[in-house]
């Protein structure tokens, strides 16, 4: 069963009032598309704060990286994912170790667990199988 994504209105307001975002699987490595959207998301001026395990302590476009969303100080706004959907209930637990406002896993992306998990804690705002570049870009000004 296909997850249900909100309105396209409501993924446009998350968007604007998103200031921070988390980048889950975010790779140093310039080819990869995870790479390439959160330079997008800095150039549309989001704080993006970059959340790998195996390169914490090291440095994303100019950001620090984290090994957990458990460990980003402050809030957060959208935790935009790119992990196989195998492993979005991981990255959905860790989210609901935090004040995360979205879960929102990249376009190929999605788990019905993940989504009942997180469904069954009151967080509904999530958005799976789409891209936010996309999204971005189809925002009206």
Same mark, same amino acid.
Do not use: H
């Given at each position: 069963?296909?997850?249900?994504?909100? %309105?396209?209105? +409501?993924?446009?307001?998350?968007?604007?009032?998103?200031?921070? !975002?988390? =980048?889950?699987?975010?790779?140093?490595?310039? @080819?990869?598309?995870?790479? &390439?959207?959160?330079?997008?998301?800095?150039?549309?001026?989001?704080?993006?704060?970059?959340? #790998?395990?195996?390169?914490?302590?090291? *440095?994303?476009?100019?950001?620090?990286?984290?090994?957990?969303?458990?460990?980003?100080?402050?809030?957060? @706004? !959208?935790? @935009? !994912?790119?992990?196989? %959907? *195998?492993?979005?209930?991981? =990255? /959905? +637990? @860790?989210?609901? $170790?935090?004040?995360?406002?979205?879960?929102?896993?990249?376009?190929?992306? *999605? #788990?019905? $667990?993940? /989504? $009942?998990?997180?469904?069954?804690?009151?967080?509904? /705002? !999530?958005?799976? #199988?789409?891209?936010?570049?996309?999204?971005? /870009?189809?925002?009206? &000004?």
């Amino acid at each position: 069963m296909p997850i249900e994504n909100p %309105s396209q209105e +409501q993924i446009f307001e998350y968007l604007k009032q998103a200031k921070r !975002i988390a =980048v889950v699987g975010l790779s140093a490595k310039e @080819d990869r598309t995870s790479y &390439k959207i959160a330079q997008l998301l800095q150039e549309y001026g989001y704080e993006i704060i970059p959340v #790998n395990p195996l390169l914490v302590g090291q *440095e994303i476009l100019g950001e620090k990286v984290y090994g957990t969303l458990q460990d980003v100080p402050g809030s957060i @706004d !959208i935790v @935009d !994912i790119f992990r196989r %959907s *195998e492993f979005l209930p991981e =990255v /959905a +637990q @860790d989210f609901l $170790e935090t004040d995360a406002k979205v879960f929102w896993a990249q376009l190929g992306l *999605e #788990n019905q $667990e993940a /989504a $009942e998990m997180l469904k069954n804690a009151g967080r509904n /705002a !999530i958005i799976m #199988n789409r891209c936010i570049k996309i999204e971005l /870009a189809a925002m009206p &000004k």
